[in-house]
């Protein structure tokens, strides 16, 4: 059974940084492919960040560019999402998403293509 695990959340203020890690365990892949998603209330699971092990190629939400980082350790199923100079609109609760096979770069934004996925973790920005 595969298991998502993200860690690191919190309340920080307005400017400051946080950062995120997800690990993915179980099933019968040695390798999964991760993004982060998050979701405010009210509103619609969205898409922040994907790490392409294949292509080693980042992939960012507009709204994040310039202030959030990703990374990860692909043969030990990591990712970690550094995040800086955070804003009240970050606020959120953030979501690891995994599956199996490599997605197509025209997918990795779209939540329904992403099939395990962690309890989340909340982040909240205060200013």
């Known amino acids: 059974q595969v298991q998502v695990t993200e860690s690191g959340g919190g309340t920080v203020l307005a400017g400051g940084s946080l950062s995120l890690s997800c690990r993915v365990s179980?099933?019968?892949?040695?390798?999964?492919?991760m993004a982060w998603f998050r979701q405010a209330p009210g509103t619609e699971r969205e898409f922040v960040a994907h790490?392409?092990?294949?292509?080693?190629?980042?992939y960012l939400a507009d709204s994040v560019k310039g202030r959030f980082a990703i990374s990860g350790d692909s043969a030990a199923n990591t990712l970690i999402l550094r995040m800086n100079n955070l804003e009240p609109e970050d606020t959120a609760t953030y979501f690891c998403?995994?599956?199996?096979?490599?997605?197509?770069?025209?997918?990795?934004?779209?939540?329904?293509?992403?099939?395990?996925w962690g309890q989340g973790t909340q982040v909240t920005v205060s200013s």
């Open positions: 998403a995994a599956r199996m096979n490599r997605i197509v770069v025209s997918g990795i934004r779209r939540a329904e293509n992403w099939y395990y």
């Open positions: 179980g099933g019968t892949s040695n390798r999964y492919h």
């Open positions: 790490l392409d092990w294949t292509m080693k190629r980042t």
